[in-house]
């Protein structure tokens, strides 16, 4: 079996929870703090940082600590269905926007508007910066943009099938999804996309994801949005 130590609007726990649910791991989910973890889990990650998963499935157990490190044990041990494709071409592709989405977005995006409306208030940091915000938001729209071009002449982001780059920046937006910050309507072919993966029954457990005292955007769980 497998154990995955999350936070439920990390975007890395999220890129874990939705492969092993894409792979059809059975897989126990256990909460962390991450700006306060419980000590123990402080012997499976130094860093103190979620995902970690705990794969019990053989006869040795192992400890894989960071999204890209478990997207590729899964994808190693458990080859089916597959999240990379087949030739170098397609698999170069499907890293290049990974890495587009866990640097460039993550600086751009979610260092202004998760931690301004989220982890200021889970860690009572203060009030949200309306100027922050603003800033945020305007990145995104860059990235929306983005995305759409690519899915003008793709089905999906990094080719013509569902692929970890899709896995990953859907696990990137519905953070700010969540928040209620992605504007949808402007970007159609970017809101046709995350609707056909919000339909994939990977997705299903990320919807119904709540945080006491913060409820998600009204659409935020709506298939057809």
């Known amino acids: 079996m497998f154990i995955l130590h999350h936070w439920p609007l990390d975007p890395w ?6 492969a092993l649910a894409e792979k059809k791991c059975a897989v126990e989910l256990r909460f ?31 400890v894989i600590v960071q999204a890209d490190a478990i997207l590729a ?13 087949a030739d170098p071409a397609g698999r170069a592709e499907v890293r290049r926007l990974v890495t587009w989405f866990d640097r460039k977005f993550d600086a751009e995006v979610n260092a202004y508007l998760l931690h301004e409306k989220l982890e200021k208030r889970m860690q009572n940091l ?9 800033a945020g938001r305007d990145f995104l729209r860059a990235h929306l943009d983005y995305m759409s071009m690519l899915l003008e002449r793709r089905d999906g ?12 920046a859907a ?7 969540y928040l209620g910050d992605v504007p949808w309507d402007s970007f159609p072919a970017a809101k046709a996309w995350y609707e056909r993966i919000k339909c994939r029954p990977a997705f299903r457990s990320l919807l119904d994801d709540r945080l006491p005292g913060l409820p998600p955007a009204r659409w935020y769980a709506d298939l057809d949005f």
């Open 171 to 177: 696990a990137h937006l519905s953070c700010v999804d």
């Open 157 to 168: 982001l990094a080719g013509p099938r569902y692929s970890m780059a899709d896995l990953v």
């Open 73 to 85: 044990h899964l994808e190693e041990t458990r080859p089916e269905p597959p999240l990379l494709p």
């Open 32 to 62: 962390q703090r991450v700006w306060e973890p419980e000590d123990t889990f402080f012997d499976l990650n130094p860093a103190g940082l979620t995902p970690v998963l705990e794969d019990r499935s053989g006869e040795t157990p192992l």
């Open 13 to 18: 726990s999220r890129q874990a929870r939705l």
């Open 126 to 134: 203060g009030s949200p910066d309306a100027s922050v915000i603003r």
